[in-house]
C-alpha cells in the first residue's frame, strides 16, 4: 500500500501562528505536528509517501523531511494550488497511486494507542474503508449513521445539527485502486470543493464501503484549533514523561520497522545537534544493539 499526507489548507482557524509557516509544520510538544501521521502510515507498513501541500509551504517540507531516505522511506511531493477538497489528493496523486490501494492521512491527526488500527491498514485490499470514533460532541465532525441491528452503514453527514450516531470519521481513509477515477467523477460542492464524504458515499452505493469501530484503547486527536493544538501538545507531554518513550519519533519507528539499520541510523543521529531528542535517541539505540 501506498500513503498521502495531506498537508495543504490555509489553518485559518489557527491564525496568525499560520501566517509564516503551515499548520502541519507547528509543533505538537516537541515534534513538527506531520511526524504524526508520518509515523502513523510508517507503522503501517507503508513507505510509499506523498505529501501534498501548497505552493509555499512544499519548499520547507522539503527541508524538513528531505527524500525521507533516513527514515527508509520514499516521500515525494505535489503541490495543490489552492483549496479542492480532501478527495481532491487522488485527483493530484493519479500517477502516484498507480491502481495501488492507498491510505490518505490528514496531516493534522494524530493517533496513539491500541495497534489493531494498524492491522487493519496492513491487511486492507479492496473497496474503500473509514473508521467510527466516538466523540462528545459529533456535530463537529462527520458522522456515521448505522443500522443498529447489522452495524451496515447506512450514510455519512459533514457537520450535521442532528448527528444520527456519536461516531465520527477520523482522518484516515483506505481506498482500492480506482479510487482516482472515483474522484475525478465527483462533483464540487457548494464551497467548490470535492468533498472525501461525497466519495465515501460514491463507495458506499457501491456497497464497497466497510467502517470499523476504534474503541476505548486508542486516542484520535485533531489539532486544527488553538485549544485542540495545546491538548495534544500536552497529551503528548504526559504520555512521555510518564513513560520516558517518545510518541511520533520517525527515527524510532523506523528502526523497529527495520527500515534502516542501527550503523546507518547511529550516523544520522550523530549528525544532529546537541539536544533532547539526540539524547533520547541514543539510549534508543543502544536498545537496538
Not at 496523486?93 to 494498524?118: Q, T, W
Not at 467548490?192 to 466497510?210: F, K, P, R, S, V
Request: with cysteine; glycine share 10%.
Amino acid at each position: 500500500m501506498r500513503g498521502i499526507v495531506l498537508a495543504g489548507g490555509a489553518g485559518t482557524r489557527l491564525h496568525p501562528i499560520t501566517r509564516v509557516a503551515s499548520k502541519q509544520l507547528q509543533p505538537v510538544y516537541d515534534k513538527p505536528m506531520i511526524y504524526y501521521p508520518l509515523s502513523t502510515l510508517m507503522l503501517g507498513g507503508i513507505r510509499e509517501i506523498l505529501l501534498i501541500s501548497t505552493p509555499q509551504d512544499l519548499p520547507r517540507f522539503r527541508d524538513l523531511l528531505g527524500d525521507g531516505s533516513q527514515w527508509g522511506l520514499s516521500l515525494t511531493y505535489r503541490e495543490q494550488p489552492r483549496p479542492g477538497g480532501l478527495a481532491q489528493a487522488f485527483i493530484l496523486g493519479e500517477d502516484f497511486i498507480a491502481g495501488e490501494p492507498v491510505a490518505l492521512i490528514l496531516g493534522d491527526n494524530i493517533f496513539y494507542g491500541n495497534m489493531r488500527i494498524l492491522e487493519i491498514v496492513r491487511s486492507f485490499t479492496a473497496g474503500a474503508l473509514i473508521f467510527g470514533y466516538y466523540v462528545q460532541e459529533p456535530s463537529r465532525y462527520g458522522v456515521v449513521e448505522f443500522d443498529k441491528e447489522s452495524g451496515r452503514v447506512l450514510g455519512i453527514e459533514e457537520k450535521p445539527a442532528n448527528p444520527k450516531s456519536h461516531f465520527a470519521v477520523p482522518g484516515l481513509y483506505l481506498y482500492d485502486g480506482k479510487v482516482s477515477e472515483m474522484a475525478r467523477k465527483l462533483a464540487p460542492s457548494s464551497r467548490g470543493e470535492l468533498e472525501i464524504t461525497d466519495l465515501n458515499m460514491a463507495y458506499l452505493q457501491l456497497e464497497e464501503l466497510q467502517c470499523r469501530m476504534l474503541g476505548r484503547g486508542i486516542a484520535w486527536l485533531d489539532t486544527g484549533t488553538h485549544a485542540s493544538l495545546l491538548e495534544a501538545a500536552n497529551f503528548i507531554f504526559t504520555l512521555q514523561q510518564r513513560q520516558g518513550l517518545q510518541i511520533g519519533c520517525l527515527e524510532e519507528v523506523a528502526l523497529h520497522m527495520g527500515y534502516v539499520r542501527r550503523d546507518r541510523m547511529a550516523h544520522h543521529v550523530s549528525e544532529m545537534p546537541s539536544c533532547d531528542y539526540r539524547s533520547y535517541l541514543e539510549r534508543r539505540l543502544l536498545d537496538f544493539n
